[in-house]
């Protein structure tokens, strides 16, 4: 045997149809091609769902599966990742949050849970060692997720029960709805992962396990933990995050002009009102981690007065972005909102561009006051915003509508309201505004479960040196972010390889795979990051073998969604960003994506991919030299495609 350590060596597989569980052995070979994480997930999802199943049909999978090094001491590894067909987008989806349930899953025995079928009333299962089972859950039912976290806790007498649960949102098949972590700790929040919970009627998961895991070679797991600490002791990417948390990305939006605001029509905004430093000032009370981090950059924000006053909430960038989306930046809304999201579990960034796209079409007359049962969609109106969401999560008026997400809601108003829903394949936008920056742009069109700023590292073209650029990329106009084209499109293919590692081992991207510069991210994201699992494994593999592993799952998820139907014509962004200059002036002022250098680059990233040009599908040839014979027979019998 190759793995000494690491994996459980168990696949847990519960039917919540008949109640059914099962146990297999997980096979060494599947464990060292696809690693873990988003790698188990997607090859099973491709493997076992059917095409064409509705996302909401009792035949879709969820797949919880934590990455290779979760459970291990091994740093900022703690993420686990859920894989289903997305209700949004009707692709693959997928969503990963930190958190200690990958660990007590892998505690219990488990590299991976699959639970297929649908509960006759509302369910939870149980995991604790040898003990799987499928509960009553009908008193939860209704419940926000924090409080069947804590409901669940204190039932069972466990304190440090860990947990996966949904609130009203998910219970209501939001098409956006989370699934949160231990109770608020993460949240798995795209794709809509919650609504396929709640069309199983699954409530939770609740695990707690007690057997070890094997560490293979200790020493060099000790040096190679060492080695990342005195990478993070020297990089400047470092001392902000720890400073400020993730919303010190407000200062990268701002230096670019790329707020995306008001529906992503203005790029500089106003945004004094959630400048990081006051927030850390203000309404910081807490600087935390995740499991065994030690760059901190989680905060936990608190309302001390006023009509908020006792609001206490985690809360990432993410939010705050949005809600500027929505032409917010009340801190004190922002904070209360998202405690509101959490509570009832939805996507922050999907419900507050659905809020925005909402606003847009009122302003424009596509929703009128008899629409919105008398509630002015006005841009700037924190109470609007936090009215929209209640009504969304709960399905309640206007929020049912909304509930289906942008792309759903735009075509049962019409009117040309499709124009005005910021999405891609469905999912709606994340980050910052890519006009100006052609290579942002392209790598949202190309992300295998919609629009992501997470699928990729475009900000490579901000860190990397023309030299660096050259070698790595083939041009130094890699680095050259408002006028580079070539090299652009390698430079995505690569990060996404590249950010894909930390899905299938579990270790956070910002903790990894962002950097100040070129170097210390690859150290950190490939050379490290393969050592710390040879250590653990007992595996010699190399850092090329890994990344390897990513480009392998990558197009794991190209095929599910070639299967589905998808092809060049839906790698692309909303014509917004196209045909109107931003707004607001500043450093992007007037800026649009120029189309043509768009389809250069992304005619040049379907090269470096081995993929068909034209139809920018994935060709069979190319997925047989990254060992997937089996999906490129799968797919030969279904789509014609070039060898």
């Given at each position: ?5 690491g ?5 847990l ?6 109640d ?25 999802l491709f ?7 509705d996302?909401?049909?009792?035949r879709?999978l969820?797949?919880?599966t ?6 291990t001491?091994a ?18 989806g997928?969503?990963?949050?930190s ?9 219990s ?5 699959i ?7 509302p ?36 304190p440090?029960l860990s947990?996966?649960?949904i ?35 699954l ?30 002791a ?5 001392p ?19 707020h ?10 106003e ?24 760059i901190?950059?989680?905060?936990e ?10 609001t ?20 004190e ?5 998202t405690r ?14 659905t809020i ?10 596509l ?19 936090i009215e ?5 999560a709960?399905?309640e ?19 040309g ?26 790598s ?15 900000y ?15 041009s ?9 084209v ?6 995505v ?17 910002f ?8 170097e ?48 060049r ?9 196209f ?37 920018g ?13 089996e999906?490129?027979?799968d797919?030969s019998?279904r789509?014609s495609l070039?060898?």
């Amino acid at each position: 045997m190759l793995i000494k350590g690491g994996y459980a060596g168990k696949i847990l597989r519960v039917d919540l149809s008949t109640d059914k569980v099962k146990v297999e052995d997980l096979k060494e070979d599947f464990a060292s091609k696809y690693v873990g994480g988003r790698g188990f997930g997607s090859i099973i999802l491709f493997k076992e769902l059917e095409p064409e199943i509705d996302p909401l049909d009792p035949r879709n999978l969820i797949i919880v599966t934590p990455g290779a090094l979760t459970g291990t001491a091994a740093p900022a590894a703690s993420r686990t990742t859920i894989t289903f067909k997305s209700p949004l987008s009707n692709l693959h989806g997928d969503s990963a949050s930190s958190g200690l349930f990958g660990a007590n899953l892998k505690y219990s025995g488990y590299d991976s849970l699959i639970i297929s079928g649908k509960a006759s009333t509302p369910v939870y299962i149980y995991i604790e060692d040898d003990k799987v089972e499928v509960r009553d859950a009908k008193r939860l039912w209704g419940r926000t997720a924090g409080d069947t976290h804590k409901f669940l806790r204190d039932e069972l007498n466990i304190p440090d029960l860990s947990t996966l649960t949904i609130g009203q949102a998910g219970e209501k098949l939001v098409r956006y709805a989370s699934v949160i972590t231990d109770g608020g700790a993460g949240v798995h929040a795209r794709c809509g992962v919650g609504a396929v919970f709640g069309s199983k009627n699954l409530k939770a998961i609740a695990a707690r396990g007690h057997r070890d895991l094997h560490l293979a070679d200790p020493d060099m797991f000790r040096k190679t933990f060492q080695e990342y600490l005195n990478v993070i002791a020297v990089d400047p990417y470092v001392p902000p995050a720890k400073k400020y948390g993730t919303p010190r990305f407000i200062y990268h939006r701002a230096k670019f002009g790329i707020h995306g605001a008001e529906n992503w029509q203005f790029g500089a905004y106003e945004w004094s009102g959630v400048d990081p430093e006051l927030l850390r000032s203000d309404y910081s009370i807490k600087a935390a981690s995740c499991p065994n981090c030690p760059i901190m950059c989680r905060r936990e924000f608190a309302i001390r007065s006023g009509r908020f006053s006792g609001t206490v909430s985690k809360m990432e960038w993410e939010s705050i972005a949005r809600a500027i989306t929505c032409g917010v930046t009340d801190a004190e809304a922002i904070i209360y909102q998202t405690r509101l999201a959490n509570m009832y579990g939805i996507d922050a960034e999907s419900v507050g561009d659905t809020i925005a796209f909402a606003m847009e079409c009122y302003q424009k007359g596509l929703l009128t006051p008899q629409d919105t049962g008398g509630l002015e969609l006005k841009f700037k109106d924190p109470d609007v915003m936090i009215e929209l969401t209640r009504r969304i999560a709960l399905r309640e008026g206007i929020g049912d509508l909304l509930a289906e997400g942008t792309l759903r809601a735009a075509a049962k108003i019409g009117k040309g309201a499709e124009r005005f829903a910021m999405q891609i394949k469905g999912v709606e936008m994340s980050a910052g505004d890519p006009r100006g920056m052609p290579v942002r742009a392209v790598s949202y069109a190309t992300g295998t479960r919609g629009a992501d700023h997470l699928r990729s590292n475009p900000y490579i073209e901000e860190i990397a040196t023309p030299q660096e650029a050259k070698e790595w990329f083939g041009s130094e106009e890699a680095s050259d972010i408002k006028s580079g084209v070539k090299g652009k499109g390698r430079l995505v293919k690569w990060s996404e390889d590249f950010v894909t590692i930390g899905d299938l081992l579990g270790l956070c991207k910002f903790a990894y795979y962002r950097s100040a510069t070129f170097e210390y991210l690859r150290r950190k994201g490939i050379e490290i990051a393969t050592r710390l699992y040879n250590s653990v494994t007992g595996l010699n593999i190399s850092g090329e073998d890994m990344m390897r592993a990513g480009e392998r799952v990558f197009n794991v998820e190209k095929a599910f969604n070639t299967r589905e139907g998808a092809s060049r014509k839906d790698d692309t962004i909303p014509a917004r960003f196209f045909e109107e200059p931003l707004l607001g002036g500043g450093p992007s002022g007037g800026a649009v994506v120029d189309r043509d250098k768009f389809q250069t680059i992304l005619d040049e990233y379907y090269e470096s991919r081995g993929w068909d040009v034209s139809t920018g599908l994935p060709r069979l040839g190319r997925l047989r030299e990254l060992g997937l014979e089996e999906v490129a027979m799968d797919l030969s019998k279904r789509i014609s495609l070039k060898d």
